[in-house]
């Protein structure tokens, strides 16, 4: 059983930058595939980034066309978390960003199906 909690979430004027975290319970915290989803009113909770384990000793960062260049996803396995440093923000971008993880297959890492656990979710604005 994995636990996750965000935080980090807030107001911040467009073209402004914030950076989330989210700490996981559990000793196996390598061994999952990280992502972070985001869900605005009235939409369907979309992938945002992801750091695929392969499972070796590598991960590898994958990211939503919508965010590419502006957020970047990282992870820190000694402190059990991972971090988005989410820059150039626009107001498309508020919503609440929730953290999961799983054992997502090849390509599967951007499919909210493919992840078992979930935080409550942090609360982004953008605006001005």
């Known amino acids: 059983q994995v636990q996750l909690v965000e935080s980090g979430g807030g107001l911040v004027q467009p073209g402004g930058s914030l950076s989330l975290s989210c700490t996981a319970s559990?000793?196996?915290?390598?061994?999952?595939?990280m992502g972070w989803f985001r869900q605005a009113p009235g939409k369907e909770r979309e992938f945002v980034a992801a750091?695929?384990?392969?499972?070796?000793?590598?991960?590898?960062?994958y990211y939503a066309d919508s965010v590419k260049g502006r957020f970047t996803m990282s992870r820190d396995n000694a402190k059990s978390t991972v971090y988005l440093q989410m820059n150039s923000l626009k107001p498309e971008d508020a919503a609440v960003y929730y953290c999961?993880?799983?054992?997502?297959?090849?390509?599967?890492?951007?499919?909210?199906?493919?992840?078992?656990?979930w935080g409550q979710g942090t609360q982004v604005t953008v605006s001005s």
């Open positions: 750091l695929w384990w392969s499972g070796g000793i590598a991960y590898y960062a």
């Open positions: 999961a993880a799983g054992r997502p297959p090849t390509a599967g890492w951007s499919l909210k199906g493919n992840y078992d656990y």
């Open positions: 559990g000793r196996t915290f390598s061994t999952y595939t």
